[in-house]
């Protein structure tokens, strides 16, 4: 069914299969997984290359899938590659992008800076031979229900659909619990996310756990959100030293002890955008119908767009 190089027929027919048992047609998948109907189609015929684990992931997003069938999809596509190994059995990543706000509104002036450094970053070295310098990287910080996360993960879904082939992820940091998420357990998690077996993580010690992340993200196309950061201790064990993996860091502080990075500071929507957001969720019929009210709720809100949201709800 494939060409030479190409999937093995057991990948595409999985992944047909999958897709006729949702009742998707390849042009819903498309749409809800960020994947080009061209490709999943070429996938289905054995036509396409070497799906990349974030593709994977995001065709498992798109298809629901739970953590066991998911893990038989990567394996499938793992085995598929020429000259790989008999794929092992590889857990769904806890750190999976979560799915983004459908109605998503401003914030362009901040996304326009971010999609200029991960232009940057993307034009740095090859998957082959990574760029021996640091990736740029970007701290979103601004105060509580700004919209911080929503804004990386919306960041986080376009780079996945165009510029990081290897995938989206997100770590919350639990910067502001009494007990944040220490570094290395973050580093543990995202290894297994990343295919590295559980066998092999208990093998290693901390300082070798540390070095097998900082190997593999130097090979990866890929975003990384650190959500929800407490300090610079908590990220920089996180920073890649080289290659392309983009880390976006949200928190409610600026990070200042952190050098050579690009911030971008998260304030109160404008009355545009804001009235926008209502819009959004409640309709623009009734937000048009009552402006003076609608004016009323997004001052009370102060322009935040947790605030509006909950008040639309």
């Known amino acids: 069914m494939g060409t030479g190089g190409g999937l093995s027929a057991p990948f595409g027919r999985l992944l047909r299969e999958l897709r006729h048992n949702r009742r998707l047609t390849i042009e819903e998948l498309a749409e809800a997984s960020g994947v080009s109907g061209r490709a999943i189609g070429d996938m289905e015929r054995g036509r396409s290359r070497r799906p990349h684990r974030g593709t994977v992931t995001a065709l498992s997003q798109g298809l629901d899938l739970d953590e066991a069938t998911h893990a038989n999809l990567l394996a499938a596509a793992r085995a598929a590659r020429p000259g790989a190994r008999p794929a092992e059995f590889v857990k769904a990543s806890p750190y999976t992008l979560p799915r983004g706000v459908r109605d998503f509104v ?109 190997e593999i993200a130097a090979g990866l196309r890929a975003v990384l959100v650190l959500d929800n950061a407490g300090g610079e201790a908590q990220v920089r064990p996180l920073l890649p030293r080289q290659g392309r993996l983009f880390v976006v860091v949200t928190s409610r502080r600026t990070l200042a002890g952190w050098e050579g990075v690009r911030r971008v500071e998260l304030g109160a929507l404008d009355r545009r955008e804001s009235a926008a957001l209502l819009r959004a969720v409640v309709g623009a019929g009734r937000v048009d119908a009552e402006p003076a009210a609608a004016n009323t709720v997004t001052e009370l809100c102060g322009h935040l767009p947790l605030a509006l949201r909950v008040a639309a709800n």
Request: hydrophobic share 45%; with cysteine; net charge negative.
């Open 106 to 214: 401003g914030r362009e002036a901040e996304l326009t800076v971010l999609r200029a450094l991960a232009r940057e970053m993307a034009d740095g070295g090859t998957a082959q031979a990574p760029c021996p310098t640091a990736p740029p990287a970007a701290v979103v910080f601004g105060s509580p229900g700004s919209g911080k996360t929503t804004l990386a993960v919306r960041l986080a879904e376009e780079l996945r659909a165009s510029g990081c082939p290897d995938g989206a992820f997100l770590v919350d940091l639990r910067g502001l619990d009494e007990r944040p998420l220490p570094a290395g357990q973050a580093v543990a998690g995202l290894l297994g996310s990343w295919g590295v077996a559980d066998a092999e993580l208990v093998r290693l010690t901390a300082e070798e756990r540390l070095a097998r992340y900082h």
